[in-house]
């Protein structure tokens, strides 16, 4: 039987809604999602890139630093920024370890 790892979500934080926010992560991080309050009740998905350079202020994009551990967003010119009190949560890649013989 073959083992599929399952996603584990969580809750990083809200967002202040100030240009650059940075919230920790894991290093298995798989994806962010932004629980919008102008949405209603659906989950974003927003995408990673490795800068901000050609993103405008309506893109959906985060930068994952590895050497600090931390999400970065936009500031609004380069990257949107979460709105105030957007929930953000991200996914996770787990795996079924290493089976014993």
């Known amino acids: 039987m073959k083992c599929k790892g399952s996603p584990l979500v969580s809750v990083l934080g809200l967002s202040d809604g100030k240009a650059n926010q940075s919230l920790n992560y894991s290093p298995k ?3 962010i999602w932004v629980l919008e309050p102008t949405r209603g009740k659906t989950w974003v998905k927003w995408d990673q890139v490795r800068n901000f350079s050609e993103s405008d ?4 994009h985060y930068v994952l630093d590895s050497d600090s ?3 970065r967003f936009g500031d609004g010119i380069h990257g949107r920024i979460p709105q105030r009190g957007a929930v953000i949560k991200a996914t996770y890649r787990t795996s ?3 089976r014993k013989r």
Request: proline letters at 0%; aromatic letters at 0%; glycine letters at 24%.
């Open 29 to 31: 991080l798989e994806s």
């Open 69 to 71: 551990g931390l999400i």
């Open 57 to 60: 202020e309506k893109g959906r």
């Open 96 to 98: 079924c370890g290493r």
